[in-house]
């Protein structure tokens, strides 16, 4: 059975840092790739990274450029989401999802909160 299970949330100051882990259980982790959506009150959820299978790519949206990183480690099932520089507007429940062949996974997120 596959699961994702999202870590590392918090309330944090704007400019502050956090790093967010996503666990995935299942043999499935290093076969897809993995990305990273976040959700804020009122507005749909937005991918923000995704991570090649290898972690050799990765893909960011245009508004956390530069400010988030992506990366993997495959040894242990888990997908991280390094974030500095953050702003209110970064405050948002961050899910952690992944697709098979058949499925769309998703974690049960874990919120981040940028406010002074």
């Known amino acids: 059975q596959v699961q994702l299970v999202e870590s590392g949330g918090g309330l944090v100051q704007p400019g502050g840092s956090l790093r967010l882990s996503c666990v995935v259980s299942?043999?499935?982790?290093?076969?897809?790739?993995t990305n990273w959506y976040r959700q804020a009150p009122g507005r749909q959820r937005e991918l923000v990274a995704r991570?090649?299978?290898?972690?050799?790519?990765?893909y960011y949206a245009d508004f956390v450029k530069d400010r988030f990183t992506i990366s993997r480690d495959n040894a242990k099932n888990t997908v991280y989401l390094e974030m500095s520089s953050l702003k209110p507007e970064d405050t948002a429940v961050y899910y952690c999802?992944?697709?098979?062949?058949?499925?769309?996974?998703w974690g049960q997120g874990t919120q981040v909160t940028v406010s002074s």
């Open positions: 299942g043999n499935i982790f290093n076969r897809y790739p």
């Open positions: 999802r992944l697709d098979d062949l058949y499925y769309t996974y």
């Open positions: 991570i090649t299978t290898d972690g050799s790519t990765a």
